[in-house]
């Protein structure tokens, strides 16, 4: 059975950095899509970031391009996110997805493409 499971979230001031961690568990699919998503009270889930590690190719948000790296250890079984500059619109629980099909054309940034997910991690950035 897959399981997720994402750490590293946390209260910060603007400006600041975190670090987002997701162990896989079980996911033998290691060249499969993985991402990032959040969601903040009232607004839908989005896509933040996603690898391709068959490839190494990587997806960003607009908000989130030269702040955000995404990054999968497959020999580890992990999946980070690198945060910095903070802004408080940041504020979100983030999820950890990770694919369960293959794909011919990369990731991209739709939840409709990724089946697994993590229970999410709270990450607050104050101004």
């Known amino acids: 059975q897959v399981q997720l499971v994402e750490s590293g979230g946390g209260s910060v001031q603007a400006g600041g950095s975190l670090t987002l961690s997701c162990v896989a568990s079980g996911y033998t699919y290691s060249t499969y899509c993985m991402g990032w998503f959040r969601q903040a009270p009232g607004k839908e889930r989005e896509g933040v970031a996603s690898?391709?590690?068959?490839?190494?190719?990587?997806w960003y948000t607009d908000s989130v391009k030269g702040r955000f790296t995404i990054s999968r250890d497959r020999a580890k079984g992990t999946l980070t996110l690198q945060m910095n500059s903070l802004k408080p619109e940041d504020t979100a629980m983030y999820y950890c997805?990770?694919?369960?099909?293959?794909?011919?054309?990369?990731?991209?940034?739709?939840?409709?493409?990724?089946?697994?997910w993590g229970q999410g991690t709270q990450v607050t950035v104050s101004s």
């Open positions: 997805a990770a694919a369960g099909l293959s794909s011919d054309y990369g990731c991209g940034l739709a939840k409709t493409f990724f089946g697994y």
């Open positions: 690898i391709w590690p068959a490839e190494g190719s990587t």
